[in-house]
Every structure is written in C-alpha cells, then in structure tokens.
C-alpha cells in the first residue's frame, strides 16, 4: 500500500534533510521526502508515467509532521493499571484522598452489585497522592486510609511511585506486624510503640506487591491495549518501558508473554523496548538462563516485531520528593538523611557485570547524586573488566549532579534517560532539598547535550503525564506548565526547540538501537510520524503546550486522527 502525505511543514531530524513538504510511503517503509513536486514526481516514475496509481493522498492541509516520539522512560503496564484505580493527583488534603475513596468504594460496590459481589481478595487501589501540594504535608498513613474502609484492603501509591500507604485491613491480610522485620534498601515506618503505620518506602513496597492479587497474562493484556492507545493518540509510536514492576519479580514472564503475544496477534498499538527490573542476581540469571538479551537488530528488523527485550532496570534510589533518593550529603530540609540507597557498591557491581557480561544493556534508576556515584562505578569496572563496543548502558532520571558526574556521563558514553517534564514541580522543591550550590549544577540537561552525552527523553508516567507538547515545552522554556518564572529556571538550561524534538526521536531511537530504522523522516526508515496541529517551530514558545497531535502514523498507517 502506498500514500502519499503533502502539503505539510515537515521537520524531518535529520541533517541531510531537514525540512520538507511531502513524504512517500509504500508497505510501511519511506519512499521519497521532499517538496510536493518531488514527491509527486517519484510516484508517477513508480506509475511508469501513468496518471493512474494506487496511492492514497492524505493533505497535511499546512500541519506539521516529526518523526513519531520515543518515550525512553515510561510505565506502560502501570499506566493502564493507574486508569482502574482512584485517580489522587488533584487531592489538596487528606480529607480529599479519603473522599475520593469513599466514592470510588460506591461505584465499585454497585458495579458488583453490592458487597455480596465483591470479587474475593479484591483490593482498593489508587494512586497520584502528593503532600508537598498540601497545607498538612506528612504524609497519610493507615489510620487515615482506614476512615474509607475497613472491610477491605485499601493501597494508595505516592505520585513518584516510591511510597505506598496501606490501611489496616491492607496489613492485615499482608501479615504485616510489630515484628515483621525491616526490609534492606527500604523502610516501614512504625509510630512511637513500634507498630506499623502502613507507610512503605523502596523495598519495603514489595510486601504490598506480593500481597495483592494478581494479574493472568489475559488481565495484562488488556491493559497494556488500554494503556498504550492514549499514547499514540499522543503521537508516541514507540517507548522503553518498565512493566515488570507491575507484578511480583517471580512473574516476570507473565508479562514477556503477554507482550509477545500481543505483537503475534498484531494488536500491540506501538513499538515497545522493555526495560526489564529483575533483582535479585538470581532472577536476573534465571532471565539469562531463558535466552533473553538486549535486542540490538532495531524494531521490525529481521523478522522482529513491535516488541523486544531491551534493558536490565534496576531502581537503585528512591524519589526527591519523598526523600528516598540517595545523596551524598544529608538532605538540607532534613538533616537526619541521606535518602535509601537500594544496593551496596557490591551488589550493583555484581548486577551491573553480570548484564555487561551477557550483552544487556543497564537502564538503572538513579536520581541522586550519591546513586549516580554507585552507578558510574559499576559500569565503569564492567567496561574496564570486559571491554565491548556499542554497549548503551544507561541511567535514568540524571537529577541531581555535579560537574564531575556531567563529566562521566559523557567519558562513560552513557546515555542520559531525562524527563524535562519534572521541572514543573521539582523546582519547587529541589533547593530546599540538596542546596543552592547543587541545584545550580542539577537537571543540567542542556549542559549534557552540550557535552556529546547522548540525551533521550521520557515522561515516567503515570509519575508524569505522557503528553509530549508539555515535555518539550518545560525543555525549551525551562518553566512550569503555569507558564512561571518567566526567565525559566535555570536558564542556561534551556534546550532550542530542535534539541527538545531530537531527544524525543532520534535520542530515543539511538538508546534502544533504532537509530537506522527509526527516529527521523529519511528514505529507508519506517514511516512513523506524529502530525501536530500547529507549527510549533514558528510560533512563541508559550504555544508548544497547546498544540495537539492530530494524526499518529505507525508502520505507514493512520493509527489515530483527530
């Protein structure tokens, strides 16, 4: 099938050719870019000169098209799994996140028909809470969650995904007492007696993870159609990302299947290069013992589909806003810590050689600058023990830096998985966090472009919302979505609108080895394209958040118009 997109503004990412009119198209692969006459040209050549051909013409009627977007970074499985859950992030209280569950607890009683319906072992999920947006900050705890229901297990997640609150009936059914014991590289914070107050940081989630029910391969399929069908109305054609944090590490698999399923059955909405988190050591090797390793060959090549294995996650730190992230200095809102560091230097060096060793690539969650210190070190005594070239180990998030640790990034060749989007609230905290003199040198991400670090862009939703016009606008304007402070913080920061677009294409790309396939509108890649209402390159700047996608191609075929 061939078609023809025309009379367009056409930003195509690639320096041979960086602007056009027109793009050609035939059974999912770039034909021809160029003006409208060119374009038109070479298919009347594939005509054999005749005025008769099979293509389809679709007017771009003076729209923009890029390159489809990457997501480097994103929680596709938790995304779809966040839609069937209480949705917190516009609770301002306590009160509103106990509200918000009573209701939801009504709907979902009537929707089974009352309490005698009620599925056995059903739990109360919700997720988006944020107590730095609330008057009393501390954050909810069971007693709290217990003013919605006591009858059932009720688990709220934090925004940044590294706290959970349970209530009591929650801990109950966990099994969770005064002696349960503490969990390394994580925390369940108990009252003045010693007893649980249903508050669980980093590790310590997985007590809840393991106890609530679990998903069936056909449960995670739906919601990873469900999850992913927003996104490519968002022009995101392709993604990294962590699902198997969804389900308990012993279920790894389930997600494999569903995934590779999905892509046979040809009903896997977008291209997906999964950043797989498997610690302990053990389950990592049992992974390596089924064969898996990064995919390297590019999405659709050689008989790949949508889906591959991608990268070993490993979430070595927590979130600043909850104060998990590991620095190397006490926190300067809160003397008494220096975040949770989930591995010893051993551990990680130990996680980090194993995947190096068997050809994986690391995705490795670091927002801390004293996690980034681990991190580098890690990699950087694999690389030294086993040399090998074009190993695209990566660490995500890359907050809180210095210039020494700029500087590893780019002698490493490590590429920098960032989220522009979190600008929008973590200024508001990250000075009362580490400092003046660090914020200076943190979420340094121009500088970083500037350096040769190769740079891919993301969301991590739902931490964040998936939207990418938001992502480049913070990237460019260094502001929040409120439009304020007007000069952007940090400044010097700022990224053109050019650096913005090429980390979410062809930084993406290049970070899950789709950089010759994908990434750019060049003759020979697949024609995946993202169509936006307005040309955000010629307008003022304020406009990039009120732009729309209003077409997302994938393999040469609409998959959404407006």
């Known amino acids: 099938m061939k078609r023809i997109f025309y009379n367009g503004v056409i930003k195509t990412v690639d320096d041979q050719k960086p602007q056009a009119q027109a793009v050609a198209v035939q059974d999912g692969i770039i034909m021809a870019v160029g003006t409208d006459e060119e374009v038109m040209k070479w298919n009347e050549a594939c005509a054999g000169g005749g005025s008769g051909d099979d293509a389809e013409k679709i007017d771009l009627q003076g729209k923009l098209m890029v390159p489809g977007f990457h997501d480097s970074h994103i929680h596709l499985l938790s995304y779809g799994l966040s839609l069937e859950k209480v949705n917190l992030g516009q609770a301002k209280s306590i009160d509103d996140i106990v509200t918000e569950g009573r209701a939801f607890l009504e709907a979902r009683l009537a929707e089974f028909g009352g309490s005698q319906g009620v599925p056995a072992g059903w739990w109360l999920q919700g997720r988006g809470w944020n107590n730095d947006y609330w008057e009393d900050s501390r954050f909810p705890n069971r007693y709290d969650l217990d003013r919605i229901t006591t009858e059932y297990p009720v688990t709220y997640t934090r925004a940044c995904g590294h706290i959970i609150v349970v209530n009591s009936k929650a801990l109950e059914v966990m099994g969770v007492t005064a002696k349960t014991p503490q969990i390394a590289g994580g925390k369940m914070d108990l009252d003045e007696q010693g007893n649980p107050l249903g508050i669980f940081r980093e590790a310590a989630r997985d007590l809840v993870y393991n106890a609530i029910p679990r998903l069936s391969v056909e449960d995670i399929k739906r919601l990873i159609v469900k999850g992913a069908e927003p996104m490519v109305r968002c022009g995101i054609t392709a993604i990294q990302s962590d699902d198997m944090e969804a389900v308990p590490e012993a279920e790894y698999q389930n997600v494999v299947d569903a995934m590779t399923q999905l892509d046979e059955e040809g009903r896997l909405p977008l291209r997906v290069f999964e950043q797989c988190l498997l610690p302990p050591v053990s389950r990592f090797r049992e992974f390596l013992a089924k064969g898996y390793r990064t995919d390297k060959k590019g999405s659709g090549v050689d008989g790949n589909g949508r889906f591959r294995i991608g990268t070993l996650k490993l979430l070595a730190d927590g979130s600043l806003g909850g104060r998990t992230a590991f620095l190397s200095r006490p926190y300067a809102d809160d003397p008494t810590t220096c975040g949770i560091p989930v591995f010893t230097q051993a551990e990680l060096d130990e996680l980090v050689k194993e995947a190096h060793d068997h050809d994986t690539i690391m995705a490795i969650h670091c927002i801390g600058d004293g996690t ?146 994908n990434g750019s509108i060049t003759v020979g890649k697949q024609a995946d394209f993202a169509v936006i209402d307005r040309d955000i390159f010629a307008g003022d700047p304020e406009e990039i958040k009120n732009a729309d996608v209003v077409m997302t191609v994938i393999d040469g075929e609409v998959a959404y118009r407006k």
Not at 404 to 427: G, R, T
Request: aromatic letters at 8%; hydrophobic letters at 40%; charged letters at 25%.
């Open 372 to 517: 980034m210190r681990m991190a580098f070190e890690a990699i950087e005594k694999a690389q030294r023990a086993n040399p090998k070239a074009d190993m695209r180990h990566g660490l995500v998030h890359c907050q809180i830096t210095d210039e020494e640790l700029l500087k590893k990034f780019s002698d490493l060749n490590v590429v920098a998985h960032v989220q522009p989007i979190f600008i929008d609230y973590d200024m508001h905290i990250v000075k009362d966090r580490v400092g003046e003199d660090m914020e200076k040198t943190s979420y340094n991400w121009k500088t970083m472009i500037d350096l040769g670090v190769p740079v891919a862009g993301g969301s991590d939703s739902p931490v964040e919302n998936f939207n990418v016009m938001n992502n480049l606008y913070c990237a460019v304007t260094r502001r929040g979505l409120s439009g304020l402070p007007e000069e952007g913080w940090l400044p010097d920061q700022k990224m053109s609108l050019e650096e913005a677009l090429y980390i979410f294409t062809m930084g993406g790309a290049y970070a899950s080895y789709d950089e010759r396939v």
